[in-house]
């Protein structure tokens, strides 16, 4: 079995979901102009998901955030077809999941996916290696194969000597590294993990999610993540999109949404964020003129690491180099700090 992936880019196209009991007939009547409480009112329906766009690129995390009952976790759901759209496409690689028949969604959901759940989902008649061998055992492994892999995965999740307890013997913290080592076990190039940290504590949410990050640098696999919490879609996300009322609001990477707010409701998001943490200096950087000035500083830094940088350095000038350490922009402490304090007014950031 492979080890790592590129990961598969996933590109969900003009979806709609509708809950009731004729939804097809309601769909062009949404398409052209009817609004949620409208549909309910009238007609009982209820609008799940509106015209849903997002392209999510292979190997990176794409977050999906918004308050309850926006449509976030309806639509992770879409992805592995555990609810069926009403209209609109799921393209995964080169197949539309929409249109596949049984045995070719059930091979699809066995290989291609894998699903972290928020209240974990661990089998309790079963140890931390039973829980983490079992997709492999519906796939037909050889058992030596299924536990050689499992046991890796189970170390690369911080459960050395674990393997042979129960759920109800680990903490929940613990027993969300198994949902991810069972997951990762699966060896499946897409990661669908809904709201996968929300039930922890702070600090083990925050331990949970470096544990995320550092092995994402290794398995470059396709996550999907769905949270209600900005910190939590910051941190993770290589890019992300809000959703309110089953509709997209805004979608881009973290700094976009953070310099570039859509509407007041996202400027209401992230008016406390610390934005020095979040924007890089690709974002304030001016053009080159003439011969690089000052230290360098390596591109993708945040502004919070630069501006200690320059200033421990007593520089007010740096210049931006890319992963070749060719210069590719300069950068004024003036405008880093600036960059860092200043709340971005949505109607005029565009």
């Known amino acids: 079995m492979a080890e790592q992936h590129t990961g598969i880019g996933i590109s969900i196209k003009n979806l709609y979901k509708i809950f009731g009991s004729n939804p097809e007939d309601y769909v062009d009547a949404v398409k052209g102009g009817m609004t949620k409480s409208e549909l309910n009112?009238?007609?009982?329906?209820?609008?799940?998901?509106?015209?849903?766009?997002?392209?999510?690129?292979?190997?990176?995390?794409?977050?999906?955030?918004?308050?309850s009952g926006s449509g976030k976790s309806t639509l992770i759901r879409h992805i592995n077809?555990?609810?069926?759209?009403?209209?609109?496409?799921?393209?995964?690689?080169?197949?539309?999941v929409v249109k596949m028949n049984e045995t070719e969604l059930r091979e699809f959901r066995r290989h291609k996916t894998a699903m972290v759940f928020q209240?974990?989902?661990?089998?309790?008649?079963?140890?931390?290696?039973?829980?983490?061998?079992?997709?492999?055992?519906?796939?037909?492994i050889p058992r030596k194969q299924q536990e050689e892999h499992a046991r890796r995965w189970i170390s690369r999740v911080g459960l050395d000597g674990f393997e042979d307890n129960y759920p109800n013997q680990l903490s929940g913290g613990m027993q969300q590294r198994v949902g991810l080592a069972r997951a990762l076990t699966n060896d499946a190039p897409i990661l669908l993990m809904d709201e996968a940290f929300s039930a922890l504590d702070p600090l083990i949410r925050m331990d949970m999610q470096s544990v995320l990050l550092d092995l994402q640098k290794e398995i470059r696999k396709t996550v999907v993540f769905i949270t209600h919490d900005l910190d939590e879609a910051l941190r993770l996300g290589d890019r992300i999109a809000i959703l309110r009322d089953g509709e997209v609001v805004q979608q881009g990477t973290k700094q976009e949404i953070v310099l570039r707010p859509a509407d007041e409701y996202i400027s209401s998001f992230v008016r406390e964020v610390n934005r020095g943490r979040v924007i890089?200096?690709?974002?304030?950087?001016?053009?080159?003129?003439?011969?690089?000035?000052?230290?360098?500083?390596?591109?993708?830094?945040?502004?919070?690491?630069?501006?200690?940088?320059?200033?421990d350095s007593n520089v007010s000038m740096a210049h931006v180099i890319d992963r070749e350490g060719k210069p590719v922009g300069a950068l004024d402490i003036h405008d880093v700090i600036s960059a860092m304090v200043t709340p971005v007014d949505h109607e005029t950031a565009a």
């Not at 555990?82 to 690689?93: H, K, M, R, S, Y």
């Open 119 to 140: 209240k974990f989902a661990l089998l309790p008649h079963r140890t931390v290696l039973e829980n983490s061998v079992y997709g492999l055992e519906i796939q037909g």
């Open 41 to 67: 009112e009238k007609h009982n329906h209820v609008l799940g998901l509106k015209d849903i766009n997002i392209d999510m690129p292979g190997g990176g995390i794409q977050v999906v955030m918004g308050l």
């Open 280 to 311: 890089s200096v690709d974002m304030v950087m001016t053009p080159l003129s003439g011969e690089p000035q000052g230290m360098p500083v390596r591109k993708g830094t945040v502004l919070e690491v630069a501006a200690k940088k320059m200033t």
């Open 81 to 96: 077809r555990l609810i069926d759209p009403t209209a609109g496409e799921v393209i995964v690689g080169d197949e539309d």
